[in-house]
């Protein structure tokens, strides 16, 4: 399984002082207000998204190792307009990952197997089934791939997609 995303948030407990993003290095944020009300830190893995009222967004990571990465290098780099010792680590809100079954899915027959009630299907819509477990929900493909999202935990999304493909098993 391939991580494409994780996205992790936290709060720095205080306001950000956006008058002083200027004493940052130039290269490494983008603030326009007329765009968007956030700034944009670019990390070494990713991007922060930081707000006024001190709430802030890591995205773009590709590893939970990242994460923590990530967190200490926004806190150092935002170190000379706020106060770190205030700060509060990032948690887990979401990871995206894909996988390929390596199985062409009947689609249809997948619907019928999966029940109704947690299964979307509209062909017209948009070409594959979704699919809402309890922990995340999997968009599946006729040509076996599939895009997982919303877990909080990577062995929560492994095992989703092991009861997963051992369903689509079952139905080829």
Request: aromatic share 8%.
């Amino acid at each position: 399984m391939k991580i494409v995303n994780i996205v992790s948030s936290g709060d720095l407990h205080q306001p950000v002082p956006f008058q002083r993003l200027p004493e940052l290095p130039a290269s490494r944020y983008k603030y326009d207000p007329e765009m968007y009300h956030g700034a944009y830190l670019l990390l070494n893995a990713g991007k922060a998204t930081v707000y006024r009222s001190g709430k802030y967004i890591l995205i773009g990571l590709k590893a939970l190792e990242e994460v923590d990465t990530s967190f200490k290098e926004l806190l150092a780099l935002l170190s000379p307009i706020i106060d770190p010792s205030l700060v509060s680590p990032p948690r887990v809100q979401n990871i995206v990952g894909m996988e390929d079954f390596q199985v062409e899915i009947p689609l249809t027959r997948l619907v019928v197997a999966l029940q109704m009630e947690r299964v979307e299907y509209e062909p017209e819509q948009f070409p594959g089934v979704i699919y809402r477990g309890e922990q995340g929900t999997a968009l599946i493909f006729s040509s076996g791939k599939v895009i997982l999202a919303g877990f909080k935990d990577l062995g929560a999304m492994a095992a989703f997609a092991s009861e997963l493909k051992e369903k689509i098993r079952t139905i080829g």
